[in-house]
């Protein structure tokens, strides 16, 4: 069992580990990967002492700040004079 100290970093690492499995998955496989990657996230909004309807919350506001990926457009930076 993971002490206090030791879930967070877990989590994040378990997170990352998670997202390559994305990328190097067969179509077929990446549901499921999809559904690790959502459990690790909710586990890792619980550690954080978070709510999902926070997370939510906070997903919805997002585009408007920044923009979103439904477009498809990426950004890759910003120049301020």
């Not at 069992?1 to 994040?12: C, K």
């Not at 067969?26 to 586990?43: M, S």
């Not at 978070?50 to 477009?71: H, I, L, N, Y």
């Amino acid at each position: 069992m993971l002490g206090a100290q030791e879930l967070l970093p877990a989590l994040i690492a378990k997170l990352h580990e998670e997202a390559e499995e994305v990328a190097s998955a067969e179509p077929a496989a990446r549901l499921g990967e999809l559904a690790d990657i959502h459990e690790v996230l909710a586990a890792l909004t619980a550690a954080l002492g978070f709510t999902e309807a926070e997370v939510d919350e906070a997903a919805a506001s997002k585009p408007a700040e920044r923009g979103a990926f439904a477009r498809r457009l990426w950004l890759d930076e910003v120049l301020i004079p």
